[in-house]
């Protein structure tokens, strides 16, 4: 299988995004990120419960995922899974042990 020049074309130009995106997220301090980051995921967890988005397999939407099990801690989250507390900046987007909160 090949792209066709159509595809190659709109290939390069994907890249270029994530490139430009990549760009503007190294002035962000790491906070910043963080915030971002777990509003994102809070947002495509809504997405997902809603019908809008499909399941990706995030930490949030994850039946192990326990948040703010440990409150006032840096890692305030737990994965039931490996039993150890999660920091934000350690949920995942894409985990392979995910399996989706039914509750």
Known sequence: MRLTPAGKKMA?????W????????????????????RFLMRLIGSLQRSGVITVSRMCVTCWFFRR?????SDSPHHCA????PLA??????DCPE???ATR
């Open 12 to 16: 390069a130009g994907l890249s270029m």
């Open 18 to 37: 994530a490139n430009t995106l990549k760009e503007h997220l190294t002035a962000s301090s790491p906070e910043e990120k963080e915030i971002v980051m």
């Open 68 to 72: 703010d099990e440990h409150p006032g």
């Open 81 to 84: 899974l490996l039993d150890a």
């Open 88 to 93: 934000n900046r350690d949920l995942r987007i």
């Open 98 to 100: 995910h399996e989706l």
